[in-house]
Nanobody
Framework: EVQLVESGGGMVQPGGSLRLSCTASGFNFRSIDMNWVRQAPGKGPEWVSS????????YYGDSVKGRFTISRDNAKNTLYLQMNTLKPEDTALYYC???????WGQGTQVTVSS
């Protein structure tokens, strides 16, 4: 059974940082591209970032480029999202998802507010 469990969300002030983690099980994590996707209240899902299977190639949405960094530790079956210089508009439920968006975790809430 594929499982993706996100953690690391919370409330932070504008300009702050958080690091999200996604622990994977039930599939060969090291062979799968992975994504972070977020959904703000009242809005549709927004793709945030992707990593290829070995972490050597990464992509970012324009809204987070230069502030967020995706990485992975294949030995730990874990995907990360380092989020710096957070803005109120980054407030959302953040999900990790497999490469084709076939499987999603339950999400972790990030709230950026003063």
């Amino acid at each position: 059974e594929v499982q993706l469990v996100e953690s690391g969300g919370g409330m932070v002030q504008p300009g702050g940082s958080l690091r999200l983690s996604c622990t994977a099980s039930g599939f060969n994590f090291r062979s799968i591209d992975m994504n972070w996707v977020r959904q703000a209240p009242g809005k549709g899902p927004e793709w945030v970032s992707s990593s290829n299977d070995d972490g050597g190639t990464t992509y970012y949405g324009d809204s987070v480029k230069g502030r967020f960094t995706i990485s992975r530790d294949n030995a730990k079956n874990t995907l990360y999202l380092q989020m710096n210089t957070l803005k109120p508009e980054d407030t959302a439920l953040y999900y990790c998802a497999t490469g084709a968006l076939s499987f999603w975790g339950q999400g972790t809430q990030v709230t950026v507010s003063s």
